[in-house]
């Protein structure tokens, strides 16, 4: 079944160098309406250029982007009219109202929302008249996504919006955007967390070294690594009822590799639940306690390390 929504952003062979340093070394991607489509990448891998060059703010070297079936050479000014994008919360006016700042976006547009129901979906009414300095970080980044929302725009851009803030806040960062993809609304994202990629991302596009590696749902991307989850068991009664079970595991069909370490067992099978049925089937028979046992899944975290050859830092 084919995937029938419009292309509302479409990225050809991006490139951007600065000196003999390449930033982007021809990205290029599309992306659907409606989508949160997140870009995630290293420090230096180039998605914030690539993002700026999407916006707008920077000229590329090379390369072609349509928004919205526009051109930034031909239609600037319409493009501005129909993107959000979200400004650095040190952008904000410090000494303005919540309500204020809003007032002052919402006049560099042709079209708004009403200032009443920005303010309710960020979950702010209740600081409308708080002067942006005594904000907490949580309700500055909220206030961010709401001057993106101002002019009620096609296609938005949150550039790492939860950096920095605490789980709470992050949460309720996530509840927008997850608000944002049920209205219908395009939004594109990057983020240093994995498991907000892994959450909020219809599509997850990872980057290295100035070029797309991977491009696919979540679940396809973790889909694409090896079908072996890791089972990890600890014994109760120490090392030797640990070498025993090791000694077993190793002889079944559905199990690729053993580990032990002292009274802990780790074991990679293409069929864990298989794996684990005849584990047990073995522990009690021969009246062996297991204190823990754990699957290990694998995580957009493992996609990124196959793909990048490279650890993830939040």
């Known amino acids: 079944m084919t995937d029938e929504r419009k292309v509302v952003l479409e990225v050809q062979g991006l490139r951007k160098s600065f000196g003999t340093v390449k930033a982007v070394d021809g990205i290029g991607f599309k992306v659907l ?26 000229m590329p070297d090379e390369g072609d982007i349509t928004i919205l079936g526009l051109k930034w050479d031909r239609s600037r000014s319409a493009i501005k009219m129909r993107i959000g994008v979200q400004p650095q919360t040190s ?7 919540v309500e204020e700042n809003l007032e002052t976006f919402a006049s560099f547009y042709d079209r708004q929302q009403k200032i009443d129901d920005i303010l309710s979906y ?27 929302m101002i002019n009620d725009p096609d296609l938005i851009f949150l550039d790492e919006p939860t950096t920095g803030l605490d789980p709470q806040a992050r949460r309720n960062i996530w509840d927008i955007v997850l608000k944002l993809r049920a209205q219908g609304k395009t939004t594109i994202l990057t983020t240093h967390y994995m498991e907000e990629a892994d ?41 030797d009822p640990a070498a025993e079970a ?10 690729t590799r053993v580990k032990r370490d002292g009274d802990h067992l780790i ?10 049925y005849k584990l047990f089937a073995f522990t009690s028979e021969h009246g062996i306690q ?10 957009l975290e493992d996609v990124f390390i196959a793909f990048t050859g490279k650890e993830w830092r939040d």
């Open 33 to 58: 309406g409606g989508e949160v489509f997140t870009i995630i990448g290293t420090n230096g891998a180039g998605k914030t250029t690539t993002l700026e060059m999407i916006e707008g703010l920077q």
């Open 91 to 97: 952008a904000l006016f410090d000494l303005l109202t």
């Open 122 to 148: 960020i979950n702010l009414t209740d600081h409308r008249n708080k002067r942006v300095k005594v904000l907490s970080g949580g309700q500055k980044q909220r206030l961010a996504i709401g001057l993106a």
């Open 199 to 239: 959450k909020l991302s219809d599509r997850v596009c990872i980057v290295d070294q100035g070029r797309v590696v991977a491009l696919d749902t979540p679940k396809a991307l973790i889909g694409q690594l090896t079908r072996e989850r890791e089972i990890h068991l600890t014994f109760t009664d120490g090392d």
């Open 246 to 255: 090791e000694a077993v595991t190793l002889h079944h069909a559905a199990v």
């Open 267 to 276: 074991v990679w099978s293409v069929k864990p639940e298989e794996t684990l």
């Open 290 to 299: 297991v204190e823990q046992v754990s699957i290990r899944e694998m995580s």
